[in-house]
DNA sequence: ATCGTCAAGTTGACGGTGTCAAGTCAATGC
DNA sequence: GCATTGACTTGACACCGTCAACTTGACGAT
């Protein structure tokens, strides 16, 4: 809309900033690309001219991140949601890391633009995506289900969320199982088992093939019918 | 260098192109930034016209992506160097694992371009990525240490190498461990018990928190001595 | 030896981009 | 009523990817 606005009175600058940023989101969300959030469409859009915008954002980039951290209070509040009333840490680190994926996969521009970019010092999306599953993995350290430091053995979940949920959003044409929830939940399960396992193995890399699957045979047998009952 | 170029005889045009991919490899290696392949810069580099690069590249992101795929070679070079002479197949997995994750803090540039991009199909990158990591996983499924789809297998593990080192590269400022090889070792320890764990126990989930202390306790003691005698 | 051909490169331009310096203009405080 | 000040605009700069049209120069054939 090219139509014209009624110049906003001292004090009420910051209106614009909104209407900017609400520009903005539309824009990104109508082209799915980050490309498309040129100043010059930002400002037509908010009906006024291109270097207005420089009054609030101090440069595109600002503009871009601020917008994009705005889904971010989305993610607390789902994260806020799915955690109560799930008793089990582990079933709650779980939770929590679906929770992550699905917000990422339903915002892949604003997950790409936060999480998929040089970004100088360390963005605040990434901070806050990290600390929901740090919280999580300690939980479990505290109840003694995962043994060792909570930062790394979050970090390791943290990457494989990242991971998978990354691939998805950049690589779309790659041969990926028909539905994502199948490669979620393997990532999930691996990442959470593996992490379980990890911390509590001798540091010194994975154990021979031989023991590994002799151990993990005896193991498994019974977990086939644990987790069948009680699941 | 604006030096003046003898013009190149007909049929000796493929000439130019390696000189344009030169340039552009040194413009990224220097800046450590794709934004600074600039088709101009390129060809004031290479001592040429800027729109001479169109016969050799249709565009801008055509010449990116295959002056990034150069490097590419390395990745495959240095696997087949180190998968060599590793018996255990176990073993060659994580050796794969570390090469890729090196591979990748080795060339971020490339790597990012290729692989943290939105690319319209599947980048010829991601696919030889993956092709590595996914022909070391059918070993390992071959010889019965994993059970399961070795693709899926293989996606899982990918996307936990490819979250962390791509998590390394983007957010540079965030608290990573002072070396970074403690958090690759991390993640490759984790994925590849997760792994090795996750395709033996039933889809459903990851067994209550009760279930999987008690019964982690009970194999994680034997592996202690194990891995401890034969690592 | 000269000419036509044709590949290889150049010139110049177009529309688009982020960004900045200077100017305009209405509302406010005195 | 006037100066001030914050909000916004105008106009420009340098750069970008890309394209159409033009020039150049080496070659084979005559």
Redesign the interface.
Known sequence: MGAKRTKARPGEGEKLRDEILSAADALLGEAG?DEALTLRAVARRTGVSTPSVYAHFPSRDALLEAVCLRVWDELAHRMREHAVEVA????AL?RCARVYARFALDHPVQY?VL?????????PG??AC?QYLADATAT?VR???LHGEPE??A??????????V??L?????????EESE??I??????????????C??????????A???E??????A???V???R??
Chains 1, 2 share one sequence.
Do not use: E, K
């Open positions: 690309t089990d840490p582990m079933r779980s790409r999480l998929m970019r040089p970004s100088g010092g360390s963005s990434a901070v990290f479990c109840a003694g289900i790394v053995l970090m390791g979940l943290w990457s494989a969320m990242h991971g998978c990354s691939l959003i950049a690589q779309p044409g790659f041969g990926w199982p199948a490669l939940d393997t990532v999930i399960r691996m990442a959470g088992l593996g992490t379980a396992l990890a509590r193995v001798p540091r010194d890399a994975i154990p021979p093939s023991v590994l699957a151990d993990l045979d005896g193991v498994t019974g977990w086939a644990r987790a069948g009680t699941g």
